[in-house]
């Protein structure tokens, strides 16, 4: 019996330590994942956009299906990004007009990794422009991290393992999507002389299907003071 119990404990430690990193959300319908990365491939989503691709951290499948549960959004968005100067246009917030998406312009610097909150968000996702510079990110593995506060304001903190931490750099090629599976740290130092850097951040709203609150917490936030006006 007690070979039994230590060969199981063994097996579980292996198993453990073999797990393959998730840094993003999982689709196990492959033709959902094949139709999301034929449509990204297609530039049917640009609406005109010809400053910057996805970059390769984006959740090609959760785009799409956000993109479709809200076209003339997301539409609105690219559109704004394609016709406005992004580097001469004054940091601060600023509205997208015929919308309610407030974008941000932050001319910022990276910083000590230390310093930098780890964060999610359930009923918004983060659109990530840099326009100069280079941004620091960190991806955390979500088999080694775990939720550390209460959930409020549609954010959520970590613990995390920072060797099972990826290592992402964001440069003005690319833009980054943080979808709520996308457990992330942003601003963090990178290698480059610079850390001084411009980007652009427009909260995009995050539409379930079903229209469901996240619950389980009697004093938890139902993401219903989160949501922009008319969203459900």
Request: net charge positive.
């Amino acid at each position: 019996m007690k070979k039994t119990i230590l060969s199981l404990l063994a097996l579980a430690a292996i198993t453990t330590a073999n797990a393959q990193e998730i840094y993003t959300a999982q689709f196990t319908d492959s033709a959902l994942v094949r139709k999301a990365q034929m449509w990204v491939a297609s530039g049917e989503w640009k609406n005109g956009f010809t400053k910057a691709e996805p970059d390769n951290s984006v959740n090609l499948t959760d785009f799409y299906i956000q993109y479709h549960r809200e076209p003339e959004t997301w539409k609105a968005l690219f559109a704004w990004l394609e016709k406005t100067d992004l580097l001469a246009i004054p940091a601060g917030k600023h509205l997208i007009p015929g919308t309610d998406l407030i974008v941000s312009v932050e001319d910022s610097q990276n910083e000590d990794l230390k310093k930098r909150k780890t964060e999610s968000h359930r009923y918004n996702c983060d659109f990530m422009f840099v326009v100069k510079g280079t941004e620091g990110f960190r991806f955390l593995d979500h088999n080694t991290s775990t939720q550390n506060t209460k959930y409020q304001y549609d954010v959520v903190r970590y613990d995390y393992n920072p060797a099972k931490a990826k290592t992402v750099e964001s440069t003005p090629e690319r833009f980054f999507i943080m979808f709520p599976e996308d457990w992330h740290i942003a601003k963090v130092k990178t290698s480059k002389p610079d850390q001084n850097l411009r980007v652009i951040v427009v909260k995009m709203p995050y539409r379930y299907r079903d229209s469901r609150e996240r619950t389980g917490d009697s004093q938890e936030c139902t993401g219903k003071c989160c949501m922009k006006k008319g969203q459900k």
